[in-house]
C-alpha cells in the first residue's frame, strides 16, 4: 500500500477547549491514493468543518463541496462529479457500548486518553456515499470509439448463447 502522509486531517483534540472550532480542509488527488481500491481517482473539495467539544463527545459537522473524478458505467472514461452535501459525525469519549441507541447518526468512540481525532475516514466514507448510484456521461459525452468496442463485445456474447442454446431447442422439437 502506498503511504501517503494525510497528517493533516488529524486534528489534536487532547488541549482543545470546550466549545466550537472551526476548520477548513482541501482534498486533492493524493487523499485517494491510500484507498487502492476506491471508485474515487481524483478531487478538488473543500470542507468546511465545526468540531463542537463538550465533556463527554465532539459534535463534528462538515460540508463538502467541489468535484470528485469517478469512472463512467458506461464508456469506463474519466467521469467528473460535482458534489455538495453535509455530513456529522458524533465522537464519543468511552468504550464502545452496543447497547446504545445510536439513532442512525454515525458514531465513533474514542478512549478518552486519545489525544488526536483522525478524519480521514469520516471523509473517506462520506465522499464515496455522495456519489450517485449511476454514473455515466451525458450521452454525447461518453468515448464513442470504447462505446462501438463494447457494442461489438456484447454481439459477440449473443451470438454464443444462440450456439449454446441450440441442442436443447433441438431437445424441445424432439420431446414435442
Ligand atoms: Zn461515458
Same mark, same amino acid.
Given at each position: 500500500? !502506498? ?9 489534536? *483534540? ?8 472551526? %476548520?477548513?480542509? +482541501?482534498?486533492?488527488?493524493? @487523499? #485517494?491514493? /491510500? %484507498?487502492?481500491?476506491?471508485?474515487? #481517482? $481524483? ?12 465533556? +463527554? ?12 473524478? +469517478? ?5 469506463? $472514461? ?14 464519543? @469519549? ?5 447497547? /446504545?441507541?445510536? $439513532? $442512525?447518526?454515525?458514531?465513533? #468512540? ?6 488526536? =481525532?483522525? =478524519?480521514?475516514? @469520516? #471523509? ?21 470509439? *470504447? ?12 451470438? !454464443?448463447? /444462440? *450456439?449454446?442454446?441450440?441442442? @436443447?431447442?433441438? =431437445?424441445?422439437? =424432439?420431446?414435442?
Amino acid at each position: 500500500m !502506498k503511504k501517503v502522509n494525510n497528517i493533516e486531517y488529524i486534528i489534536p *483534540i487532547k488541549g482543545l477547549s470546550i466549545g466550537k472550532h472551526y %476548520y477548513n480542509f +482541501t482534498i486533492g488527488n493524493s @487523499f #485517494f491514493e /491510500e %484507498y487502492e481500491k476506491s471508485e474515487i #481517482f $481524483g478531487a478538488n473539495l473543500e470542507i468546511e468543518l465545526t468540531l463542537d467539544k463538550q465533556a +463527554t463527545f465532539i459534535d463534528v459537522k462538515g460540508g463538502f463541496k467541489g468535484t470528485v473524478i +469517478t469512472e463512467c458505467d458506461r464508456c469506463l $472514461g474519466e467521469l467528473e462529479l460535482e458534489i455538495d452535501f453535509m455530513a456529522s459525525l458524533l465522537v464519543r @469519549f468511552g468504550k464502545i457500548d452496543p447497547e /446504545e441507541e445510536i $439513532g $442512525g447518526e454515525e458514531v465513533l #468512540f474514542l478512549d478518552p486518553s486519545e489525544s488526536e =481525532l483522525d =478524519l480521514r475516514q @469520516f #471523509f473517506y466514507d462520506y465522499i464515496c456515499l455522495a456519489l450517485p448510484i449511476q454514473r455515466v456521461h451525458k450521452e454525447e459525452e461518453c468515448d464513442p470509439e *470504447i462505446l462501438e468496442k463494447l457494442k461489438s463485445h456484447a454481439v459477440v456474447s449473443e451470438q !454464443k448463447i /444462440e *450456439i449454446k442454446e441450440s441442442p @436443447f431447442d433441438k =431437445l424441445k422439437t =424432439l420431446m414435442n
